[in-house]
């Protein structure tokens, strides 16, 4: 079973700090997806990243795919309450057997304090 | 509105007595899938559907079924319930499978099974 694993599982800051999320893996990617969750509601998607090196920023959002498209990671600029929520990284592994299949990462849960 | 439609949003049963959670898409979609949440695992795949009459395992299929007779609806079945399903389940789709396309999500049925 191929894993995706995030860091940090939870993460408390105060409004206005940066913060990084990082998402790793040992396969590579074909492609590698952001969401966030918000508490009652599905995930919803924020970025794909599909080229090694990529870098996507989304206001003050910066996500990178790693070189060898192994990783990835989420960085947030002064952080504000609103970012509170559940972070989610998802791959597609590249060579996979089943086609177009997302695999998660166990996801950060981030709180921002006003 | 593109809308992934799931119900019920929250149900109690008994161990053993079965139960269906329905899913509908009105985005046409082919690629439709089941996710269950359960807190430090992220999401994980059950079953995914490819188009009409194709189905196939995810990632923990135990315990469940699912069906796909039209393009729309993807209903996921629990013929037995157990204590171990009680879980945040989504339903999901996307115009082709998740490299590159955005997946929409529903916004879940809380089950617990006592």
């Known amino acids: 079973t191929q894993l995706l694993e995030q860091s940090p599982q939870f993460l408390s800051i105060q409004e206005g700090e940066n913060l990084t999320v990082y998402c790793n893996s040992s396969?590579?990617?074909?492609?590698l997806q952001w969401y966030r969750q918000e508490p009652g509601e599905g995930p919803v998607l924020l970025v794909t990243v599909v080229t090694g090196g990529e870098v996507k920023k989304l206001k003050r959002l910066t996500f990178q795919f790693g070189d060898a498209r192994k990783d990835s990671s989420l960085h947030i600029t002064a952080a504000q309450p609103g970012d509170t929520g559940l972070y989610l990284c998802a791959g597609v592994y590249a060579g996979g057997t089943s086609y177009g299949k997302l695999t998660f990462g166990q996801g950060t849960i981030l709180t921002v304090h006003p | 509105e593109a809308q992934v439609t799931q119900n019920p949003r929250y149900l109690i049963t008994v161990t053993g007595k079965k139960l269906t959670v329905t899913c509908s898409q009105n985005m046409n979609h082919e690629y439709m899938s089941w996710y269950r949440q359960d807190p430090g695992l992220g999401l994980r795949q059950i079953y995914y559907?490819?188009?009409?009459?194709?189905?196939d395992k995810g990632d923990v299929p135990e315990g469940y079924k699912v069906s796909r007779k039209e393009k729309r609806n993807f209903p996921l079945i629990l013929e037995s319930p157990s204590p171990n399903q009680t879980s945040l389940y989504f339903c999901a789709s996307s115009l082709l499978g998740g490299s590159g396309n955005t997946i929409y999500f529903g916004e879940g049925s809380w089950l617990t099974v006592v």
């Open positions: 396969s590579v990617f074909s492609s």
């Open positions: 559907s490819m188009n009409v009459e194709v189905t």
